[in-house]
């Protein structure tokens, strides 16, 4: 149920609201990886309740009219501790709603300062009631910076991803299917074109007879999507996303970073390599697809992470019905 759909079915009078319930928070649906992480995010809490998109600027209208002093939201996944998402988080803190932080984390481009204000960063994690963060880089940062200590959990999309897909390894065709998931603006950020990366990618294809696709992530259908996924032979991400899902599929990645949380997700939680932009080149990355492509990419302690999603979920329900 959507937002516009939830209020036009309630009364103005917020007697009548239903408080036990939570309002589950996200960017938008668009990107499968912040749709996935919000889907995920439900699965783990296990309560329904109704979706608010950051993205439609609802957010104002709901707390005004609909019982800003009891709203109980459940913010995450995705990347929203960034300075995007500013003025989100100042109507936040504004506001009397109650909030929960579960798998977000924070954007941190290596070539361009891209984090929230440490004031309002220090203060949505002091107001929340709960706050996991989805990798090392998030956590260590929150505690650098404000000597906060926070949970850390695996991105909650895998936990959606594993629950509905299954993966198995096959044996590497006579002619492999890459699929290269684009960042257009990320890498543009990195001071590069927006087809620097792809086009080392599609040379790698031609010298090896390697079939070439692509994806960014965009899409109405993230299902559809993640097929995708599953029919190459292995991946090639400057997405953090196309890293995740290449790992809660077992696929086998390498990872292209220009943003400190795809070296974070990697050396947290993957067998694979990651290569800095700023050392790409066709032979480095030729060198890993050959001699360092880890198959399969997670390490011993997957079904320990998912666990720890679960289990996350579950405190939070029980904080949510107590808050």
């Known amino acids: 149920m959507y937002l516009m759909k939830f209020l036009k079915k309630i009364p103005h009078s917020q007697e009548h609201l239903d408080f036990s319930l939570p309002i589950y928070v996200y960017a938008n649906r668009k990107n499968a990886g912040d749709f996935l992480s919000a889907r995920g995010v439900k699965t783990a809490v296990g309560i329904e309740g109704t979706d608010l998109l950051i993205e439609d600027n609802h957010l104002q209208v709901f707390l005004k009219h609909h019982g800003e002093k009891k709203a109980k939201m459940i913010i995450g996944g995705g990347g929203l501790l960034k300075d995007t998402f500013q003025?989100?988080?100042?109507?936040?803190?504004?506001?009397?709603?109650?909030y929960f932080i579960f798998g977000v984390g924070v954007c941190?481009?290596?070539?361009?300062?891209s984090l929230l204000p440490d004031e309002v960063f220090r203060n949505v994690i002091l107001k929340a009631k709960a706050v996991y963060v989805r990798d090392s880089w998030t956590s260590s940062l929150i505690e650098t910076k404000f000597g906060i200590k926070v949970h850390q959990i695996l991105c909650p999309s895998i936990l959606d991803i594993y629950s509905r897909f299954q993966c198995c390894q096959k044996r590497w065709p006579k002619q492999p299917r890459l699929l290269y998931v684009h960042h257009k603006k990320l890498i543009q950020l990195s001071n590069h074109s927006e087809y620097f990366v792809r086009d080392i990618v599609k040379n790698i294809c031609t010298m090896n007879k390697f079939i070439f696709l692509e994806v960014d992530n965009i899409c109405r259908?993230?299902?559809?999507?993640?097929?995708?996924?599953?029919h190459a032979d292995f991946i090639i991400s400057t997405r953090l996303h196309g890293c995740v899902f290449s790992y809660a599929l077992n696929k086998p990645f390498i990872a292209i970073s220009a943003d400190h949380k795809i070296d974070s997700f990697v050396h947290d939680y993957c067998n694979s390599s990651v290569l800095?932009?700023?050392?790409?080149?066709?032979?480095?990355?030729n060198d890993i697809i050959h001699f360092g492509l880890s198959i399969p990419p997670r390490k011993d302690d997957f079904s320990l992470h998912l666990d720890t999603i679960k289990r996350a979920g579950e405190t939070t329900q029980r904080l949510f019905r107590g808050a």
């Not at 993230?222 to 996924?229: E, H, M, S, T, V």
């Open 87 to 98: 003025p989100f988080w100042e109507m936040i803190l504004s506001s009397k709603a109650r």
């Open 108 to 113: 941190d481009i290596k070539t361009k300062g």
């Open 221 to 230: 259908n993230p299902d559809i999507l993640l097929q995708q996924y599953i």
């Open 276 to 285: 800095d932009i700023n050392k790409l080149s066709l032979d480095s990355l």
